[in-house]
């Protein structure tokens, strides 16, 4: 028998029989509902957990978290209560920097956080391959996000739904350059680096750019698809993270 968490940062279902957790955090302008589908098809051994950060679905009206310093220590407080099983961290695109971050920032501030391993999905750790927002006008930052894959046409040709995409991305994109990934310190964790062999944002030299990122061995794993390449791939996806992470 299973029932929900009650955590603003966190959408889970607990499940009593888990042996570890897997920690979800989103993409740029995502949210945790992207992982929804991911407990049922994992199963009752490990206990999906996805982060729900501010400015997005039941959390709309919450100021976003524009650098990475100030959303640690309350999204590392909000998620202790998970420290007592052993964690895989799962980030996707600007998840997997504030994934990499979080465990760093565990490391000094929660040794007994029983952090296991990284899968960086769909992010560069290369500095040559680093893409600034601040300076795109809205038009080039649609292009932009367009060209990624992760924008619906329905969001894009609506001025409302446009309006909110476009300040939660650029708050997104502020964040993910606030934690400059290519300069961070190595982690002590092993690593699985995940990319689609047709994203235009994270090529080939980004993906083995992690091996920079940690002290321990790192694996690197292509697919199919754009920088969105997951949502076609999903068993595939789950099925590398299973092998990597024995979750």
Same mark, same amino acid.
């Given at each position: 028998?299973?029932s929900p968490?009650?955590?603003k &940062?966190?959408h889970?279902?607990?499940?009593? /029989?888990?042996r570890s957790?897997?920690?979800? !955090?989103?993409?740029?302008g995502g949210?945790a509902s992207?992982y929804r589908? &991911?407990?049922?098809?994992?199963?009752? #051994?490990? /206990?999906?957990?996805?982060?729900?950060l501010p400015?997005?679905?039941?959390?709309?009206a919450e100021? !976003?978290?524009?650098?990475?310093?100030e959303l640690l220590?309350?999204?590392?407080q909000?998620l202790?209560?998970l420290?007592d099983?052993?964690?895989?961290?799962?980030?996707y695109?600007?998840?997997?920097g504030?994934?990499h971050?979080?465990?760093?920032y565990?490391? #000094?501030?929660?040794p007994?956080?029983?952090?296991?391993?990284l899968t960086?999905?769909?992010?560069?750790a290369?500095?040559g391959n680093r893409?600034?927002?601040?300076a795109?006008?809205d /038009?080039? !930052?649609?292009?932009y996000?367009?060209a990624l894959?992760?924008?619906p046409g #329905?969001v894009? *040709?609506n001025p409302?739904l446009r309006a909110?995409?476009?300040?939660?991305?650029r708050?997104?994109?502020?964040?993910? #350059?606030?934690? *400059?990934l290519?300069?961070?310190a190595?982690?002590?964790?092993?690593?699985l680096?995940?990319?689609?062999?047709?994203d235009?944002s994270?090529?080939?030299d980004?993906l083995?750019? &992690?091996?920079?990122?940690?002290t321990?061995?790192?694996?690197q794993?292509? !697919?199919p698809?754009?920088?969105? %390449?997951?949502?076609?791939?999903l068993?595939?996806?789950?099925?590398?993270?299973?092998? %990597?992470a024995?979750?």
């Open positions: 028998m299973t968490a009650v955590n &940062w966190l889970r279902t607990v499940q009593p /029989e888990a957790r897997l920690l979800c !955090f989103p993409f740029g949210s992207f589908d &991911w407990q049922a098809r994992l199963g009752p #051994e490990v /206990e999906v957990c996805a982060v729900q400015g997005r679905e039941a959390r709309f100021p !976003f978290f524009t650098q990475i310093d220590p309350p999204l590392a909000a202790s209560g420290f099983l052993p964690l895989h961290l799962f980030g695109s600007l998840g997997a504030i994934a971050r979080f465990a760093s565990c490391a #000094e501030h929660y007994a956080a029983r952090i296991q391993s960086a999905c769909a992010s560069s290369a500095l893409v600034s927002a601040s795109m006008s /038009e080039q !930052f649609l292009a996000i367009h894959g992760g924008l #329905e894009a *040709d409302g909110i995409a476009l300040k939660t991305l708050n997104d994109f502020a964040l993910s #350059e606030s934690i *400059d290519p300069t961070a190595p982690v002590a964790l092993p690593i680096a995940i990319g689609g062999d047709h235009p994270v090529p080939v980004g083995q750019a &992690w091996a920079a990122k940690t321990q061995p790192t694996q794993q292509v !697919f698809g754009d920088h969105f %390449f997951v949502r076609q791939n068993p595939g996806v789950l099925q590398a993270l299973r092998s %990597f024995a979750v």
